[in-house]
């Protein structure tokens, strides 16, 4: 065995050192639409919190707190997939556009931001019919599914905003452009 220095101590043999710096945090890539995202995210917060304090500390659960998360979780992940498709985060294959000529590398790119607007936009049309058919309400509280569904809904239009605001910036972009902004994780707002 080893003798463990002061820093050391509680760490594995050959643990690598890590050091933490104090870094500032940058929001500057916030954006208002990443707002409804932001706010859904502290809502569930709570409500889990909420939901664990009176399940495990009072011994007496809320009904409404887990159905309410489960809806709450979902809105959140419609809301911040906007966040995502504004910023062009969504997880992409890059290696098959390294791989080919850059002028074949455009074409893909292309047509996987058309597909992805094409999907996003059916989505969205989808949507729209499911939630007008729509007539049952949550199990414990009051509330249409519908409204739910709206929410959704809407986040998937402005999805399909940002598709074809992203599908005529490749457009407009030169496959070297293309391929130096996949390489800088391009981010453009």
């Known amino acids: 065995m080893t003798q463990r220095g002061k820093n050391n101590e509680g760490r594995a043999d050959g643990a690598p050192d890590i050091a933490f710096e104090n870094q500032k945090v940058d929001l500057s890539d916030i954006n208002w639409t990443d707002a409804p995202a932001l706010i859904m995210f502290w809502v569930l917060g709570i409500v ?3 939901q664990f304090f009176t399940r495990y500390v009072l011994n007496d659960s809320i009904a409404w707190t887990e159905e ?7 809105l959140l992940t419609f809301l911040g997939s906007v966040s995502a498709i504004r910023r062009g985060s969504h997880i992409t294959l890059e290696f098959f556009v390294r791989a080919v000529p850059r002028t074949i590398a455009k074409i893909m790119v292309i047509a996987a931001q058309f597909i992805t607007f094409a999907l996003l936009g059916t989505m969205t049309w989808v949507g729209v019919e499911l939630t007008q058919k729509t007539r049952q309400k949550m199990i414990s509280l009051p509330i ?3 409204w739910i569904y709206w929410v959704c809904v809407a986040a998937l239009a402005v999805m399909t905003v940002y598709a074809v605001i992203w599908l005529w910036r490749r457009l407009r972009s030169t496959p070297d452009e293309i391929i130096q902004q996949i390489e800088a994780g391009y981010r453009p707002d």
């Open 48 to 50: 889990v919190f909420l």
């Open 68 to 74: 309410t998360a489960r809806y709450f979780m979902i």
């Open 144 to 146: 249409p599914k519908a």
